[in-house]
């Protein structure tokens, strides 16, 4: 890395690794990005059409909640008809868990402390264990054991870590290290100081997540400064982006995140300026369309959008493909100018704007793929 350029690298925290299917987490592998259905499990085409929508939108783990037998019944069907990692949601009764990974589960979500006796657990972890299932061990502010929250007075990074070390010590006692651990809170200033603490009290890949953000703008605010304030100290391994919304937004907007960290690139990234009485074309509407068309695009193809040539230029020289506007909208400017690896190319009217960038990033995107594919065959 060049040093005009070092101040963008982020050294990640050094954790061990683990399988959650065909997905490793933690060590060197890609930082992955989770999700939840919010379907009723049990109904098994909804529930299998939700996970593939979020598999389109580049997840590459889901969780599905189980919490009764009918639950448990239908993941075995669900985990045949789906291609993503299934990590099964269990609170409380142990035999879930055993279900659970019996129907084929990559990954059991469970506290070990909260199931019963270390008889129970121990058939939790033989059953993970004879099925090739890992664990996260998830604590949340709100459901800490009452002796945690006596003993500190109220949710704290304290008690928090001290909850999570007490659920690995439950596994480790039983020689299962296959896990990862969770310290979510819906307090941003908390799930933050919890897991800075935690990433230092041991060496478990960590999954990250500022739990019950809310809806799709503040909770994906609460989420970029949260998660993302992490991911900056080099913390984290996998996340799931909590909204009150369909699972697909969540990857969405927990990619978007990766790639403004430079940590992870999928999709078209866009680089678009705020539009001015300078701009040469409708900016705000180009780019919501743009969006729109070039949702499907999984190659990593950055785009600058700009509406006139004061930044324009310059935002060019940095993207594969940019747009700069010229003159005027009110004058109906028709030569806005068009950047192919940030030299200027041609032009384009207003009027074929969207169209034509749609073909230059989907053309852009076909390379990159041919390229990916020529040096896995090489």
Known sequence: MSAQRSYREIKRRVSRQIRVGSVLVGGDAPISVQTMTNTLTPDIQGTIAQIQSAEEAGADLVRVSCPDTDSTAALATIVKNVNLPIIADIHFHYMRGIE????????????????GSIDKVQEVVKAARDNGCSMRIGVNAASLPRNLLEKYGEPC????????????KILEDLDFREFKISVKASDTFLAVASYRALAAACDYPLHLGIT?????????????????????????????????????????????????????????????CPSCARQGFDVVKTVEILEERL????????????????????????????????????????????????EADHHVDNQSIVDHLVKLVEEKAAELQARKAAEKKG
């Open 157 to 168: 990074p304290e008690a928090m870590v001290e909850s999570a070390l007490e659920h690995a």
């Open 212 to 272: 019950e953000a809310g809806g799709i703008r503040g909770g994906t605010v609460k989420s970029a400064i949260g998660i993302g304030a992490l991911l900056w100290d080099g913390i984290g391994d996998t996340l799931r982006v909590s909204l009150s919304a369909a699972p697909a937004e969540e990857v969405k907007v927990g990619f978007e995140i990766l790639k403004a960290l430079d940590l992870r690139h999928r999709g078209v990234r866009i680089i678009s």
């Open 295 to 342: 949702s499907h695009v999984r190659e990593p193809v950055s785009l600058s959008v700009m509406g006139c040539v004061v930044n324009g230029p310059g935002e060019a020289r940095e993207t594969d493909i940019g747009l700069t506007g010229a003159g005027n909208l009110a004058k109906a400017a028709a030569k806005n100018q068009v950047y192919i690896a940030g």
């Open 100 to 115: 659970a990974a019996e129907a084929g589960a990559a990954c059991l979500r469970i506290n070990p402390g909260n199931i």
